[in-house]
């Protein structure tokens, strides 16, 4: 009856999507209502945003004859989801050389428990540093490498150390702050 992207896990503070059909009903035949946080959405495509960690139910009725009548409900688990990780091509302690040489931007990946999500994080980042071996510093305006970053990674060897610093992003729409800034944990590249 309700469907959302991973199992029964939604997140706390994060607009998760849900989507809703009900066998014999339109969707615009269908009321919903939620014990913890906010409902917002029609046609049933919904999104809900819980507020506690816990357990959130999704109360799904009709109207028939002036009253409503309960078709079902679904209880889904509310986990926290953590701070974003950034990475450069899924790296972030050590690549090759050739490796690192097709890359070309910073990636997130949203983490919930400790364990990566197969889910688009809500943010897009807006700036980085780049420090190679401690000495030379760039700077970019997106997530993506600079030409001048680039051309300096050519000249790299083995037992180089990229560090990337100053990582920032903001929500995208979809978060419960948008365009909020969110200062994304440094992390270092050693060249094998």
């Not at 680039?150 to 729409?173: C, R, V």
Request: aromatic share 10%.
């Amino acid at each position: 009856m309700i469907s959302v992207f991973s199992e029964n896990y939604i997140y706390k503070h994060f607009r998760n999507e849900i989507h809703v059909a009900v066998p014999n009903h339109s969707c615009q035949e269908l009321i919903l209502s939620t014990d913890n946080g906010i409902l917002e959405g029609n046609n049933c495509e919904y999104k809900i945003i819980p507020m506690n960690i816990g357990t959130c139910t999704v109360t799904v009725k009709t109207l028939k004859h002036g009253a409503k009548i309960k078709l079902g409900e679904v209880k889904f688990r509310v986990r926290y989801l953590d701070h974003p990780y950034a990475d450069l091509c899924g790296h972030r302690s050590q690549v090759k050389k050739d490796e690192l040489l097709t890359c070309s931007q910073l990636f997130l990946t949203l983490y919930s428990n400790g364990s990566a999500l197969d889910y688009k994080p809500p943010y897009k980042i807006f700036e980085f540093d780049l420090l190679i071996n401690h000495g030379l510093r760039f700077s970019s305006k997106d997530n993506q490498l600079t030409q001048e970053m680039k051309d300096a990674l050519t000249n790299i060897m083995s037992g180089d150390i990229l560090e990337f610093e100053n990582i920032k992003a903001y929500w995208l729409e979809s978060a419960p702050t948008p365009n909020e800034v969110v200062d994304i944990d440094e992390f270092k590249i050693t060249i094998e």
